[in-house]
């Protein structure tokens, strides 16, 4: 399986995006599937995670503002980001076990 990461792009403090994953193969009714970012100089953070049947689980720093969500039926999974603030910025990469997609860079500026 193949990920691929779309919907970033840069956007003023307290906008929204949402970050779409699609896989080349129906896998999310198999798997978990997380939602990580890393930031210039910074490790990779986990941000969220959906399960197999659609259980979520999100990190204390971005809850009430980040959500995870997925389409079985179109094979994709979403991160959605609100109020988005400059310190947000990073590359966002969505995981499926041991597979990673290429990111997507989210810019947000004050």
């Known amino acids: 399986v193949t990920l691929v990461e779309s919907g970033g792009g840069q956007v003023q403090a307290g906008e929204s995006l949402r970050l779409s994953c699609t896989a080349s193969?129906?896998?999310?009714?198999?798997?978990?599937m997380s939602w990580y970012r890393q930031a210039p100089g910074n490790q990779r953070e986990w941000l969220a995670t959906i399960s197999r049947l659609g259980a979520t689980n999100v990190a204390d720093f971005v809850k009430g503002r980040f959500f995870i969500s997925k389409n079985r039926a179109r094979n994709v999974a979403y991160l959605q980001m609100n109020n988005l603030q400059p310190e947000d910025t990073a590359v966002y990469y969505c995981?499926?076990?041991?597979?990673w997609g290429q990111g997507t860079q989210v810019t947000v500026s004050a």
């Open positions: 193969m129906s896998v999310f009714g198999i798997s978990p």
């Open positions: 995981n499926m076990s041991s597979t």
